[in-house]
């Protein structure tokens, strides 16, 4: 059986079949939003074993998965790009940083090259900075280069406050903003349940409802990711499905609005990438409407956008963005 005619066309890329981006394209399969999936790796033989498991999957899912060059990204709607490196011990983050920037220096100008109207997925670590590389390194405008950022902070967000409040993550309307890492904001100020303040919420059923409850939430949510590494050594389910939920709107014209990374002027620092709510649709991510932050909001995602600026200027000092 052929697959459903309207996605026939769809061919989604995959840089990088380690954890990540196996998992991503296992979720991208099942998903049913793409006609065909390659996978490209600088190991070949670890993505042929994971492409021929994946085919027997794919038999199931009517979709085709193969391993494939950088020729491959011909005519792709979208190129994930999850290769890289992770922090060794004993290693300095911007040790690593410098790892990966050279990985993509071998990686986004191949891409750009047989696909360049396509758009770029980054989900490689420091996904801001490497955002930020993937738009120099590629040409491409702003709003084809768009990094998972703080996606994944804001649903682990989303589902630390539903268990918090004892509602459906759906009915959560709230988000993370600034860097994916250490800096980033959550934006109390707009946070609502359903269309509730949390505090009429809260007070209306008799939840604890003080700085010291959501700071804790908040504490939980930038601590996932440390704590699942600790156990696992890795994470790999919540970005896959996050990651095929930014591919979704993009495939679909969905305009749909999701925090993503992506360069541009923020607080006051200019040419820096970091997550805001984007409308993702066919030509990419879209910064159409300011999100009103209080204050105290604006000063921290200024400090965010910085500590994020200032990683990028090591780089450049350092010679190796050009
Ligand atoms: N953005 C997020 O929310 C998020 C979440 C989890 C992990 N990550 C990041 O995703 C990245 C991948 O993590 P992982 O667990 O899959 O790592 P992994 O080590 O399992 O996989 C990395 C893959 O990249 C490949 N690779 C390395 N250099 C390459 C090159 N030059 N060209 C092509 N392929 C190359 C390796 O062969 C390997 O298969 C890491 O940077 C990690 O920090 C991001
Ligand atoms: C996507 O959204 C942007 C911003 O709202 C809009 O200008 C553009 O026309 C949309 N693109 C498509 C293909 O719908």
Same mark, same amino acid.
């Given at each position: 059986?052929?697959?459903?005619?309207?996605?026939?066309?769809?061919?989604?890329?995959?840089?990088?079949?380690?954890?990540?981006?196996?998992?991503?394209?296992?979720?991208?399969?099942?998903?049913?939003?793409?006609?065909?999936?390659?996978?490209?790796?600088?190991?070949?033989?670890?993505?042929? *074993?994971?492409?021929?498991?994946?085919?027997?999957?794919?038999?199931?899912?009517?979709?085709?998965?193969?391993?494939?060059?950088?020729?491959?990204?011909? *005519?792709?709607?979208?190129?994930?790009?999850? &290769?890289?490196?992770?922090?060794?011990?004993?290693?300095?983050?911007? +040790?690593?940083?410098?790892?990966?920037?050279?990985?993509?220096?071998?990686?986004?100008?191949?891409?750009?090259?047989? &696909?360049?109207?396509?758009?770029?997925?980054?989900?490689?670590?420091?996904?801001?900075?490497?955002?930020?590389? #993937?738009?120099?390194?590629? *040409?491409?405008?702003?709003?084809?280069?768009?990094?998972?950022?703080?996606?994944?902070?804001?649903?682990?967000?989303?589902?630390?406050?539903?268990?918090?409040? *004892?509602?459906?993550?759906?009915?959560?309307?709230?988000?993370?903003?600034?860097?994916?890492?250490?800096?980033?904001?959550?934006?109390?100020?707009?946070?609502?349940?359903?269309?509730?303040?949390?505090?009429?919420?809260?007070?209306?059923?008799?939840?604890?409802?003080?700085?010291?409850?959501?700071?804790?939430?908040?504490?939980?949510?930038?601590? &996932?990711?440390?704590?699942?590494?600790?156990?696992?050594?890795?994470?790999?389910?919540?970005? #896959?499905?996050?990651?095929?939920?930014?591919? $979704?709107?993009?495939?679909?014209?969905?305009?749909?609005?999701?925090?993503?990374?992506?360069?541009?002027?923020? #607080?006051?620092?200019? +040419?820096? #990438?970091?997550?805001?709510?984007?409308?993702?649709?066919?030509?990419?991510?879209?910064? +159409?409407?300011?999100?009103?932050?209080?204050?105290?909001?604006?000063?921290?995602?200024?400090?965010?956008? $910085?500590?994020?600026?200032?990683?990028?200027?090591?780089? $450049?000092?350092?010679?190796?963005? $050009?």
């Amino acid at each position: 059986m052929p697959p459903p005619s309207r996605l026939q066309s769809i061919k989604i890329v995959v840089v990088g079949a380690g954890s990540v981006g196996v998992t991503t394209a296992y979720a991208l399969l099942l998903s049913g939003l793409a006609a065909e999936i390659v996978l490209i790796d600088i190991d070949k033989s670890r993505a042929l *074993g994971e492409v021929t498991d994946m085919s027997h999957a794919a038999h199931y899912a009517q979709a085709r998965v193969r391993v494939g060059e950088y020729e491959d990204c011909a *005519g792709a709607t979208a190129v994930i790009v999850t &290769a890289g490196v992770n922090q060794k011990p004993g290693q300095t983050r911007l +040790d690593l940083i410098k790892t990966n920037y050279k990985v993509f220096k071998s990686i986004i100008p191949q891409v750009a090259h047989h &696909a360049p109207d396509t758009i770029l997925v980054i989900a490689t670590n420091p996904v801001d900075v490497l955002t930020h590389a #993937a738009h120099r390194l590629s *040409g491409f405008p702003v709003e084809r280069v768009i990094g998972s950022g703080t996606a994944m902070d804001t649903t682990r967000f989303r589902h630390e406050l539903s268990k918090h409040f *004892g509602v459906n993550p759906r009915n959560v309307h709230a988000v993370i903003v600034g860097e994916h890492g250490d800096s980033q904001l959550p934006v109390w100020s707009l946070a609502s349940i359903a269309g509730m303040r949390l505090r009429d919420y809260a007070a209306q059923k008799g939840i604890p409802y003080d700085e010291q409850e959501m700071e804790a939430c908040s504490r939980r949510t930038k601590d &996932a990711a440390y704590e699942i590494i600790q156990r696992k050594g890795k994470t790999n389910y919540g970005v #896959a499905s996050v990651l095929v939920s930014i591919l $979704e709107p993009i495939i679909t014209n969905g305009d749909a609005l999701v925090t993503v990374s992506r360069v541009g002027s923020y #607080a006051g620092v200019d +040419d820096v #990438a970091l997550s805001m709510p984007c409308k993702l649709n066919r030509s990419g991510a879209h910064q +159409d409407v300011p999100l009103l932050l209080d204050e105290k909001e604006k000063e921290a995602l200024r400090k965010s956008a $910085e500590s994020i600026k200032a990683v990028l200027d090591a780089l $450049e000092e350092d010679g190796l963005a $050009e």
